[in-house]
């Protein structure tokens, strides 16, 4: 039997550091299974960690000649760029921490939505299964875990505990960091330059509220925002027919505020034509809209939102 264990479109290293861990457990509990990692396209730090560990991926695979899939770190079909068709064709199942926004296309899910990562996940199914993880394993499914939490900056308790089974398990912490760090090309490191230069902001209830549009990187570079001082940073590009759109929020804004992105993002669906969705603190949208009705929406509903949650009494940033 051939599986394709599927990242979302652009990769970043919890999809793929999850899709390849989740091969080894397989392989591991018995499974006599031809697997392979799919996605369209990954991103340039997904790049450098592929390079480094040694992860096999590939970019361009026909969809019909596997049986069944598995869906890493995506809940949409539209996340998965030209694979954005392999749900509806074989059975599938979804391993995420994002919100599933049409479960009723998959035939299995594992899905937690307080994870910080798809790694800290697969790194439970480890534990559960008593399946002894290799250097390799372990070290992959740590980066994994600290590039979706920003290095612990928003780690939970299962966060830390799952980061110290891995490493008890031989994961090598001085090396995740290295295949992290310094891994950002010179074109990243201008988006994000260009985004600071760009933006717009506002101030709603004390929040200051980002928004910029760049060609490329809108992930990094709402990372980058937020790292500036952003409390909410929304970036987006406008590529020949497709909108893109990536949200960051401080933890302190969803503590004190308890204005979920991912839902925000999902609330734009009813405005904008296109799919939306995330977890709290990381989301994203991609469309067929312009960009500037994008950004209005999201920018009606955030300010909506605060408002609302300060005449209830919940917001106390000042």
């Not at 457990?25 to 730090?45: K, P």
């Not at 949409?76 to 049409?102: C, S, W, Y």
Request: with cysteine.
């Amino acid at each position: 039997m051939k599986v394709a264990v599927i990242c979302h479109q652009n990769a970043d290293p919890d999809a793929l550091c999850s899709a390849y861990a989740l091969e080894h457990l397989a392989w591991a509990m018995g499974c006599e299974v031809e697997f392979s990692t799919l996605s369209d396209a990954v991103n340039n730090i997904t790049e450098n960690v592929a390079k480094e560990l040694e992860i096999d991926y590939s970019t361009d695979n026909d969809i019909e000649t596997f049986d069944k899939f598995i869906i890493v770190d995506a809940g949409a079909p539209e996340q998965l760029g030209k694979f954005r068709d392999a749900p509806f064709k074989k059975p599938t199942m979804v391993i995420d921490h994002h919100v599933l926004n049409q479960r009723d296309i998959f035939s299995a899910f594992i899905v937690d939505y307080e994870a910080t990562a798809t790694a800290e996940i697969i790194t439970r199914l480890f534990e559960v299964a008593k399946v002894r993880l290799s250097k390799k394993v372990s070290t992959a499914l740590l980066v994994g875990i600290l590039y979706d939490s920003r290095n612990f900056y928003i780690a939970t308790p299962k966060t830390l505990r799952a980061a110290a089974f891995l490493i008890e398990n031989n994961a090598d912490y001085t090396t995740a960091q290295e295949v992290l760090k310094g891994s950002m090309d010179r074109a990243e490191r201008i988006a994000r330059l260009k985004a600071a230069k760009r933006m717009d902001i506002i101030d709603v209830g004390g929040w200051i509220i980002a928004f910029t549009q760049v060609g490329s990187y809108e992930a990094s570079a709402s990372r980058g925002l937020i790292e500036l001082g952003a409390d909410v940073a929304i970036v987006g590009s406008e590529r020949k027919e497709e909108v893109r759109v990536s949200g960051r929020a401080t933890r302190k804004f969803y503590e004190k505020t308890g204005i979920h992105l991912g839902e925000v993002m999902k609330e734009v669906e009813s405005k904008v034509r296109g799919k939306g969705g995330g977890h709290s603190l990381a989301a994203g949208f991609s469309g067929e809209y312009t960009l500037d009705a994008v950004f209005k929406n999201v920018q009606d509903i955030l300010k909506k939102k605060i408002r609302e949650r300060s005449a209830e009494g919940l917001n106390d940033h000042h």
